[in-house]
C-alpha cells in the first residue's frame, strides 16, 4: 500500500509541476501539439490547459494525474521517434 501511495504522490506532484512550471508546455511544443490537442487528451477545454501552463490555474488531483498520464505517453512516443 505504502508503495501505490508513493506512486500516486509522484504522479500527482509530476502533473502539478510541469503543469505550473512551463514544463508540460516544452513538452507539448516539442512534440509539436497544439493545446486543443493535449487539452482534448486530458479531458478539460484548452483555456484551462493555457492557464495551467501560464501558472495562473493548479490542476485538480485528477487532472494532474491524467495531465502526467498523456505527458508520459508523448515523451515515450517522441524518444521512440528518435530511434527509428
Do not use: C, N
Not at 509530476?14 to 503543469?19: E, L, P, V, W
Amino acid at each position: 500500500m505504502a508503495a501505490q501511495s508513493r506512486s500516486f504522490l509522484t504522479r500527482l506532484i509530476a502533473g502539478r509541476f510541469s503543469a505550473l512550471s512551463g514544463a508540460g508546455r516544452e513538452i507539448r511544443e516539442e512534440a509539436g501539439l497544439s493545446l486543443a490537442e493535449v487539452a482534448h487528451a486530458v479531458g478539460v477545454d484548452k483555456g484551462t490547459l493555457s492557464r495551467w501552463e501560464r501558472g495562473l490555474a493548479r490542476p485538480r488531483r485528477s487532472q494532474a494525474l491524467r495531465y502526467e498520464e498523456v505527458l508520459r505517453e508523448v515523451v515515450k512516443a517522441m524518444v521512440g521517434s528518435d530511434e527509428r
